[in-house]
């Protein structure tokens, strides 16, 4: 991997106390601004670019809470989202939760029965079980999401799918993937990592399940209706499902983000384990065009970057372009060298292959 040049992000004093500036999930450029999100939090941050035209750095931080915007399924508005994908597409943003479940963590304090009773331990929270789309307005000339929004006297509204139409819910009965919902994770369990968005195709990247080396896209087709504004549903696809299933050949990776270009997704690629490496970016070619099931192999797939980490941090998390020929990354666990004196955190720009 070879870097381009290397931005500055800087964030409040509330993030960097909640920890989001050090476990950054997912990243979108919007124009002038780049949203932000992390894995611990029910909220999305929205920095501001200094020079929209090369950004050297992006500041000047506001702070949405999801729970401000659309009903959330956790008793607790504020409990963590895990939100791990970020899009921006037409007048929404939309933002997705992990969908999975966790195991507790041996500590070094631990030790015998207690710590092995501990990690035989897993839970999942309410939360994460969300597919967010947020309304965007331009509010003193930043983009800016909103509760709703009318366009040429459509009125749009802060809408989620979530409750009984909730992915894991969707996925019950799936022949691939149903088995892998009682298992965190970590442990290969169903994981949602990354989120891409062309006009009504919403893919949803999943780090885990792998099987057999294969890696998992979910299409699903959101729409809301006159009477329930606020509920997103999911139109069938032929087979009556209301999602589609495509399976990518990362050589054993699972997702880690998606991000649209043109016809095709770039596709951050990490492990499903918890694991340092490798890491790398594809280029699913033509995705925006398929038409049914896709087996992504051979001439469809493309390995653009490999991207370098580190023994237990700098984890590539999230992507996005940046420009026609660049990719913004910003990293989970920030390596010492990422982290400045006054606050910001340094992201990585890299030039794609071929442009």
Same mark, same amino acid.
């Given at each position: 991997?070879?870097?381009?040049?290397?931005?500055?992000?800087?964030?409040?004093?509330?993030?960097?106390?909640?920890?989001?500036?050090?476990?950054?999930?997912?990243?979108?450029?919007?124009?002038?601004?780049?949203?932000?999100?992390?894995?611990?939090?029910?909220?999305?941050? +929205?920095?501001?670019?200094?020079?929209?035209?090369?950004?050297?750095?992006?500041?000047?931080?506001?702070?949405? +809470?999801? *729970?401000?915007? @659309?009903? &959330?399924?956790?008793?607790?508005?504020?409990?963590?989202?895990?939100?791990?994908?970020? !899009?921006?597409?037409?007048?929404?943003?939309?933002?997705? *939760?992990?969908?999975? &479940?966790?195991?507790?963590?041996?500590?070094?304090? =631990? #030790?015998?029965?207690? $710590?092995?009773?501990?990690?035989? +331990?897993?839970?999942?929270?309410?939360?994460?079980?969300?597919?967010?789309?947020?309304?965007?307005?331009?509010?003193?000339?930043?983009?800016?999401?909103?509760?709703?929004?009318?366009?040429?006297?459509?009125? =749009?509204?802060? $809408?989620?799918?979530?409750?009984?139409?909730?992915?894991?819910?969707?996925?019950?009965?799936?022949?691939?993937?149903?088995?892998?919902?009682?298992?965190?994770?970590?442990?290969?369990?169903?994981?949602?990592?990354?989120?891409?968005?062309? #006009?009504?195709?919403?893919?949803?990247?999943?780090?885990?399940?792998?099987?057999?080396?294969?890696?998992? @896209?979910?299409?699903?087709?959101?729409?809301?209706?006159?009477?329930?504004? $606020?509920?997103?549903?999911?139109?069938?696809?032929?087979?009556?499902?209301?999602?589609?299933?495509?399976?990518?050949?990362?050589?054993?990776?699972?997702?880690?983000?998606?991000?649209?270009?043109?016809?095709?997704?770039?596709?951050? %690629?990490?492990?499903?384990?918890?694991?340092?490496?490798?890491?790398?970016?594809?280029?699913?070619?033509? %995705?925006?065009?398929?038409?049914?099931?896709?087996?992504?192999?051979?001439?469809?797939?493309?390995?653009?970057?490999?991207?370098?980490?580190?023994?237990?941090?700098?984890?590539?998390?999230?992507?996005?372009?940046?420009?026609?020929?660049?990719?913004?990354? @910003?990293?989970?666990?920030? $390596? !010492?060298?990422?982290?400045?004196?006054?606050?910001?955190?340094? !992201?990585?720009?890299?030039? &794609?292959?071929?442009?």
């Amino acid at each position: 991997m070879t870097v381009d040049y290397t931005v500055r992000l800087r964030f409040s004093e509330d993030s960097r106390a909640a920890a989001t500036h050090t476990n950054l999930s997912a990243v979108r450029l919007d124009g002038p601004v780049l949203w932000i999100a992390g894995d611990e939090t029910a909220t999305v941050e +929205r920095l501001t670019a200094d020079n929209p035209q090369r950004p050297a750095e992006f500041g000047d931080e506001a702070r949405f +809470r999801l *729970g401000d915007l @659309v009903d &959330l399924p956790g008793a607790d508005a504020d409990e963590e989202a895990d939100v791990e994908g970020l !899009a921006r597409s037409g007048h929404f943003l939309w933002a997705v *939760g992990s969908h999975s &479940l966790r195991r507790k963590q041996i500590r070094s304090h =631990h #030790d015998g029965p207690k $710590a092995l009773k501990r990690l035989a +331990r897993t839970e999942g929270q309410d939360n994460r079980q969300i597919l967010v789309r947020l309304p965007i307005a331009d509010v003193d000339g930043v983009p800016t999401p909103v509760p709703e929004k009318v366009v040429d006297g459509v009125r =749009h509204q802060a $809408a989620a799918l979530s409750g009984k139409d909730d992915l894991r819910r969707l996925l019950r009965d799936d022949e691939h993937l149903a088995r892998f919902l009682p298992i965190p994770g970590k442990d290969n369990g169903l994981d949602i990592e990354g989120i891409a968005v062309r #006009d009504d195709r919403v893919y949803l990247g999943l780090r885990g399940p792998v099987l057999r080396g294969w890696a998992f @896209v979910l299409e699903v087709r959101p729409y809301v209706t006159e009477d329930d504004p $606020a509920r997103l549903r999911l139109r069938p696809f032929e087979d009556g499902r209301p999602y589609r299933k495509h399976v990518l050949d990362l050589n054993g990776l699972g997702v880690r983000d998606l991000c649209p270009d043109g016809d095709d997704l770039l596709v951050l %690629a990490g492990p499903t384990m918890a694991l340092d490496g490798p890491v790398r970016i594809y280029r699913w070619h033509g %995705a925006a065009r398929t038409e049914m099931p896709s087996i992504v192999r051979d001439k469809l797939i493309s390995r653009e970057l490999e991207l370098t980490f580190g023994e237990g941090d700098d984890h590539a998390e999230g992507m996005s372009m940046l420009g026609d020929d660049r990719v913004l990354v @910003v990293y989970d666990s920030p $390596a !010492a060298a990422r982290l400045t004196e006054d606050g910001t955190v340094i !992201a990585d720009v890299l030039l &794609l292959p071929g442009r």
